[in-house]
């Protein structure tokens, strides 16, 4: 019989202790993060079965049906959890500590599963260099933003439409030299706040859209202008948020009818956002836009510091009350990941599990029981499921609240 061969001292002998540790280590560590045993689901392509995810150097590598416990350098079990991607929320107000309504998305993040953030109209074109060097840059989350193109000031001296035009070609300016941050315009339209925006100002920004070919958000919210005003103005690849309002600025009227030019605009490619927000999101109004055929292309939560205690809280619980209103938790994924990716259009596979795509990951559970969710005007249900977050990653890497 063959003497045994200590393997460590063989190789130390061959090349020195640091030869023996990377020979050693290799086969046993070959993906940076091994996430077993969860359901996965990714709606970009209706993959739904268990399966393991191995991730390295921030992007998926593989998912296959067993992948050795050995080749992760660190292991998560998701047994009973569901392996998602990364939820992305189009509209948010996380421009924290130099906006009135931001709040920080790092720490929201790592409870709700968003990995991706796009900060809606916090901001205007002068102060992306700050978005870009205290919001973005530091964060563990991918922050993208559209820039509003109307007076922060509510004084009545500034005319919004003056406003605008004064700040056209910066702000369309701004957003092309910004295009890895920046997505596009916000615009505000209706009647409150003393109607300063208007559907005159609401033009000056199509001109600017059409002229700069970058798209707007317009949030709707009282007449006038009435619908079919603004969605005459919205073109292919624009969106259309606060979409599921109970207002007189809205997408259908009290008896359940789709307002004129609603079902036109979807089809040229406007895209209609849910921006749930303090007064935007109304369960009858939501109950009779499903009725009528027309969930919402994204979901959103509109989160900012005066909702973040409700009736908002967080991207699941706004996802919970379109499951509640019978959609399928695969279309309301959907909305909540690949849809609004390719609205953000800006990393390639964000919002799917593709191998190669970013590994920005969220494990997330649907839980049974009573939960009380409430819409904007403080209409409750009682709801038998809701989606909660579990864990999430953002580039490969674990989202933490604190660093
Ligand atoms: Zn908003």
């Known amino acids: 019989m063959a003497?045994?061969?200590?393997?460590r001292s063989f190789l130390q002998t061959l090349g020195g202790a640091a030869a023996a540790t990377s020979l050693a280590a290799q086969p046993a560590r070959r993906y940076d993060l091994l996430i077993r045993n969860g359901e996965i689901r990714d709606p970009s392509r209706g993959y739904k079965q268990r399966a393991d995810v191995a991730v390295n150097d921030g992007r998926i590598a593989a998912i296959e049906a067993a992948i050795p416990v050995e080749s992760g350098i660190e292991v998560i079990d998701a047994k009973g959890l569901l392996v998602c991607p990364g939820l992305v929320d189009l509209h948010t107000h996380c421009y924290h500590s130099a906006t009135g309504l931001g709040v920080e998305a790092d720490p929201i993040a790592a409870r709700s599963g968003v990995t991706t953030w796009v900060d809606a109209g916090s901001f205007g074109y002068d102060q992306t260099p700050g978005f870009r060097r205290f919001i973005v840059q530091p964060a563990q989350t991918r922050i993208f933003g559209y820039v509003y193109l109307y007076p922060s000031s509510r004084n009545p001296d500034i005319d919004p439409v003056k406003y605008a035009r004064g700040n056209v070609r910066a702000t369309g300016q701004a957003v092309l030299d910004n295009r890895d941050i920046l997505l596009g315009i916000k615009m505000q339209?209706?009647?409150n706040m003393n109607g300063r925006y208007s559907y005159d100002l609401l033009k000056v920004a199509r001109e600017l859209c059409d002229e700069f070919r970058i798209p707007m958000m317009a949030h709707i919210s009282f007449a006038?202008?009435?619908?079919?005003q603004v969605l005459?103005?919205?073109k292919a690849g624009d969106i259309v948020t606060h979409a599921y309002n109970?207002?007189?600025?809205?997408?259908?009227?009290r008896e359940g009818k789709l307002r004129p030019g609603v079902q036109q605009a979807r089809a040229r490619g406007v895209v209609f956002d849910v921006g749930h927000g303090?007064?935007?999101?109304?369960?009858?109004?939501a109950r009779r836009l499903l009725d009528a055929g027309f969930p919402p292309d994204t979901i959103s939560t509109d989160i900012y510091n005066l909702n973040i205690n409700g009736p908002v809280y967080d991207m699941p619980t706004t996802m919970s009350k379109f499951l509640h209103l019978g959609m399928s938790f695969d279309d309301v994924l959907a909305r909540s990941t690949w849809n609004p990716g390719k609205v953000v259009n800006r990393v390639e596979g964000m919002g799917t599990l593709t191998p190669g795509a970013p590994a920005d990951i969220a494990l997330l559970e649907i839980e049974d029981g009573e939960f009380r969710l409430v819409d904007s005007q403080k209409n409750a249900v009682t709801a038998k499921r809701?989606?909660?977050?579990?864990l999430a990653f953002c580039r490969g890497k674990r989202i933490r609240a604190t660093l």
């Open 278 to 285: 303090l007064g935007s999101f109304n369960f009858p109004a």
């Open 246 to 253: 109970g207002h007189t600025l809205g997408l259908v009227d």
């Open 3 to 7: 003497p045994m061969v200590d393997r």
């Open 189 to 191: 339209v209706g009647a």
């Open 386 to 390: 809701r989606v909660v977050s579990r």
């Open 224 to 228: 006038p202008p009435e619908t079919p």
């Open 232 to 234: 005459e103005l919205m």
